[in-house]
């Protein structure tokens, strides 16, 4: 009779405290990995390798891992990249990507027909007013206000040649490739300016690529044909800064009678700024890897985010404010920004801020 009970005793006790188990173990966290994301661009010029190296910092920092994967500048070889990504037995968690010439929306496809998560930054996947994406595994998108930063460009060039005293921008535009999304929303922010500031004469723009050489011999063509010329918007500072040496070579007085511009906030572009070479850069999206990271880390911690979408204000920065953002992009600081105090992690109530940190 006592062997009964106590046999019965036993297997009570056996069931209860493995039933603790079975629930202790299914209420531990099933991520035992880093999260794993793959950043899949366009191309690995001046402004990605900034880029990629900013948000390498915030994947160290909130214990991420970061594969990076450009394209040669082929929207094709993006979407067979892609297809390789989801093949892989390693596959990323999240492939986060910038549409290129399109292919966002394919990249999309391939990712949710293998359950691998998906998050668009830098370029939109459809522009407005055309719908918006919709693919099951897409957690979200951030992107650059880039309309606005053509428009910010050409208001922050006319207040520093108000303040030379002169009355009226001769201004030309070489802007980077049509076919990329970032171009045309510049292009209509440009022409917005241009259309309100009547003392703005915008004589030609010419689009052709975002790189270098090309954007030489497309000013030495302007400069030729508008010889009144004396203000330059760049639709990048890769652009802007092979324009300024171009135009240093045939004579011109950068911020006396030739007046250049950029958009990238890049280290590069704020050194310009700061000899003088361009009068002003405009920028903030160059966090944005970083920012991505910030989201998808609360996104898998939490469960859920406040919203799908987000904007990244775009500034304008002259010589005067040059100091405070290279202190955030010296590429010789190897931590220049504790990307962790922007985590909704511990705080899930509060926004994110996504203005450019001074320090």
């Known amino acids: 009779m006592r062997r009964t009970i106590f046999r019965s005793g036993l297997l009570l006790l056996i069931l209860l405290f493995g039933k603790v188990l079975v629930s202790s173990l299914d209420a531990a966290p099933t991520r035992h990995k880093p999260i794993h994301v793959t950043l899949l661009i366009d191309k690995l010029d001046e402004f990605w390798i ?159 690529a975002w790189t270098a050489p090309h954007a030489a011999q497309q000013f030495e063509i302007l400069r030729k044909r508008y010889p009144m010329i004396n203000a330059v918007w760049a639709g990048n500072d890769t652009i802007a800064l092979r324009v300024a040496e171009q135009a240093k070579r045939s004579g011109y007085q950068l911020g006396r009678n ?34 991505a990271l910030v989201i998808l880390h609360d996104y898998f911690k939490l469960g859920q985010l406040p919203q799908k979408t987000w904007l990244t204000p775009m500034e304008a920065v002259t010589r005067a404010e040059v100091d405070a953002y290279f202190k955030v992009l010296n590429p010789q600081l190897k931590n220049p920004v504790d990307f962790t105090r922007y985590t909704r992690w511990q705080d899930p109530q509060k926004g994110y801020d996504f203005t450019f940190p001074k320090s």
């Open 258 to 291: 030739l007046f250049i511009g950029g958009i990238d906030i890049s280290p590069e572009g704020l050194m310009a700024v700061k000899q003088g070479d361009l009068i002003t850069t405009v920028g903030g999206h160059i966090l944005d890897g970083a920012r």
């Open 50 to 208: 900034h880029f990629v190296r900013l948000t390498q910092v915030a994947a160290a920092q909130l214990g991420m891992r970061v594969d990076v994967f450009h394209g040669h500048e082929s929207h094709l070889d993006m979407i067979r990249k892609a297809k390789e990504l989801a093949a892989k037995p390693d596959k990323p968690d999240v492939i986060m990507f910038k549409s290129f010439k399109g292919n966002g929306k394919q990249i999309m496809q391939i990712a949710a027909q293998h359950q691998i998560k998906t998050f668009a930054v830098n370029a939109p996947i459809f522009l407005p007013p055309h719908q918006r994406p919709d693919s099951p595994t897409l957690i979200g998108s951030l992107l650059p206000d880039d309309e606005q930063a053509g428009y910010a460009l050409v208001q922050s060039m006319r207040a520093e040649m108000k303040k030379r005293k002169i009355e009226t921008l001769h201004m030309v535009a070489i802007n980077g490739d049509q076919a990329d999304s970032p171009a045309r929303l510049r292009e209509r922010g440009l022409r917005r300016a241009v259309a309100e500031f009547k003392d703005i004469k915008l004589h030609q723009l010419i689009s052709d």
